[in-house]
């Protein structure tokens, strides 16, 4: 059986699509079907088995795209493997130690049942859209700060621990 997985995501300035290019690409190097949306293009979830949502953090918030998906698709996310992702601080902190999510992604975790969290550096640099970002650049505040190993590692015990579920499903446990 084909594990078929959606990561969809919301981006402002295409960092947090980056991050999501990494997870797909960890999925599909794990044998499963790994496809990559931003939210407002995903289309029907319910053809997927498993679902990754991710969304920047502005202003302690969650894109409006990323929250109005996971409203939009409650019911369906609710009944799959899901897993979510913020990406955001703009410092190493992300990859010295875990993040708890924000509050109100933490509700959306426990709304959900979603199986798991991860928090990732941001990434803000020259040319970023928005009044907001382009005072942060200028104040030297931005750079990148998006951990690939630790994302990638990650996304292999998404891979790891749908294997080991479809498995037991399909009676191969």
């Known amino acids: 059986m084909t594990i078929k997985v959606l990561v969809a995501y919301a981006t402002k300035n295409?960092?947090?699509?980056?991050?999501?290019?990494?997870i797909t690409d960890v999925l599909k190097k794990e044998g499963l079907e790994a496809e990559m949306r931003l939210v407002s293009e995903a289309?029907?979830?319910?053809?997927h088995d498993a679902v990754v949502l991710?969304?920047?953090?502005?202003?302690?918030?969650?894109?409006?795209?990323?929250?109005?998906?996971?409203q939009r698709n409650a019911h369906t996310l609710a009944r799959r493997p899901l897993w979510?992702?913020?990406?955001g601080p703009l410092d190493a902190t992300a990859s010295e130690r875990?993040?708890?999510?924000?509050?109100?992604?933490s509700r959306t975790l426990i709304r959900l049942n979603a199986r798991g969290h991860a928090t990732f550096g941001g990434c803000l640099q020259e040319g970023a859209k928005g009044r907001v970002a382009r005072m942060i650049i200028k104040s030297g505040k931005g750079g990148d700060f998006r951990d690939f190993a630790?994302?990638?590692?990650?996304?292999?015990?998404?891979?790891?621990?749908l294997r080991k579920q479809f498995a037991v499903r399909e009676g191969r446990a």
């Open 98 to 105: 875990d993040i708890p999510p924000i509050p109100a992604v």
């Open 14 to 22: 295409w960092s947090t699509a980056e991050i999501a290019r990494t």
């Open 150 to 161: 630790r994302i990638s590692a990650w996304a292999e015990g998404i891979g790891e621990a």
């Open 84 to 87: 979510l992702f913020s990406s």
């Open 43 to 47: 289309g029907d979830v319910q053809v």
């Open 54 to 70: 991710g969304s920047p953090l502005y202003s302690g918030r969650w894109h409006k795209d990323a929250r109005r998906f996971a």
